[in-house]
């Protein structure tokens, strides 16, 4: 199975600050990741897929990037709704594998 | 646009089996735009993938779970089912259906998910 490694878990930030969480998989995935938002009792809700294709509805402060192992979710201005887990999911083979998650909160 | 929704036992004895049912609503299962699915999320803890079964009947299971998995349709095709042999301790865990989309490739359509409790 593939791996996929998250940091920084948990991750505290102010309003308005820039985050960003990493993504590392465990063997080259070329872009074949998607990114998740869990809000505390909520499925997950796709925010990007294909590495750095931000899904309709999603706001622009939400950007991915990455190719190959490592992989990015940036939020350019957090927002208190912001508040949640976050989520890498890999699609390069099955079984389909995600990320530990990271915490993300309002200092 | 397709809802999902989870029922079954919340509270299921050990070495029993879990059965879950996903009723769809706003499609069906006749098409090759989706994959419908399970995935479980253990109290506190990350997403796994369970596996997922195609319109044509092609099934796909995550090796994790050794063979203790099944997931089938309904003849009615609005409905399709997940059995989890054997079930102990650590298959106590929030279950959710959801589809994945063969046109983008993830997770679009998601239940709400169900809590089930393996203890006796």
């Known amino acids: 199975d593939i791996q996929m490694t998250q940091s920084p878990s948990p991750l505290s930030a102010s309003v308005g600050d820039s985050v960003t969480i990493t993504c590392q998989a465990s063997?080259?995935?070329?872009?074949?990741l998607n990114w998740y938002q869990q809000r505390p009792g909520r499925a997950p809700k796709v925010l990007i897929n294909d590495a750095s294709n931000l899904q309709s509805g999603v706001p622009s402060r939400f950007s991915g990037g990455g190719s190959g192992t490592d992989f990015t979710l940036t939020i350019s201005s957090l927002q208190p709704e912001d508040i949640a887990t976050y989520y890498c999911?890999?699609?390069?083979?099955?079984?389909?594998?995600f990320g530990q998650g990271t915490s993300l909160d309002i200092k | 646009q397709v809802q999902l929704q989870e029922s079954g036992p919340g509270l299921v004895t050990p070495s029993q089996t879990l059965s879950l049912t996903c009723t769809i609503s706003?499609?069906?299962?006749?098409?090759?735009?989706?994959?419908w699915g399970w995935i479980r999320q253990h109290p506190g803890k990350g997403l796994e993938w369970i596996g997922y079964?195609?319109?044509?009947?092609?099934?796909y299971y995550n090796p994790s779970l050794k063979g203790r998995v099944t997931i089938s349709v309904d003849t009615s095709r609005t409905q399709f089912s997940l059995k989890l042999t054997s079930v102990t301790a650590a298959d106590t865990a929030v279950y959710y259906c959801?589809?994945?989309?063969?046109?983008?490739?993830?997770?679009?359509?998601w239940g709400q998910g169900t809590l089930v409790t393996v203890s006796s």
């Open positions: 999911q890999q699609y390069d083979n099955l079984p389909y594998t």
């Open positions: 959801a589809t994945w989309t063969t046109l983008s490739s993830y997770f679009d359509n």
């Open positions: 063997q080259d995935i070329s872009t074949y």
């Open positions: 079964i195609y319109f044509s009947g092609n099934t």
């Open positions: 706003g499609g069906s299962i006749s098409r090759s735009t989706h994959y």
